[in-house]
């Protein structure tokens, strides 16, 4: 099992930028797939972006373009830097890991992060 801390979250106006990042320990050999998964109030868990250990990475097409995912395999590390911050950002930003095929499909992930939250005003 692997252990995911996330970090980096916080408040900032629309138009702004943040970067989140995680952290895994434990069996690290899991970590083939490492996501990022975000949740709104009342609204169901969405795939945000997901790369594999060799940095091929796939996007929500409502963060294309605005917010990039990046590992670093030495370190254990994969980060989201978002840019142009809207509202409709505002979440809980989780942190997900799985040793399989690297899709935005949530139940594909068996290892997650306690979450870091995201708040965009306008």
């Known amino acids: 099992q692997v252990q995911l801390v996330e970090s980096g979250g916080g408040s900032v106006r629309a138009g702004g930028a943040l970067r989140l990042s995680c952290v895994a320990s434990?069996?690290?050999?899991?970590?083939?797939?490492m996501a990022w998964f975000r949740q709104a109030p009342g609204k169901g868990r969405e795939g945000v972006a997901a790369i594999d250990d060799h940095g091929s990475a796939v996007y929500a097409d409502s963060v294309k373009g605005r917010f990039t995912i990046y590992r670093d395999n030495a370190k254990n590390a994969l980060y989201l830097q978002m840019n142009s911050l809207t509202p409709e950002d505002t979440a809980m930003y989780y942190c997900a890991a799985d040793v399989g095929a690297c899709m935005l499909i949530s139940s594909y992930f068996s290892d997650w992060g306690q979450g870091t939250q995201v708040t965009v005003s306008s």
């Open positions: 434990g069996d690290t050999s899991s970590t083939y797939c």
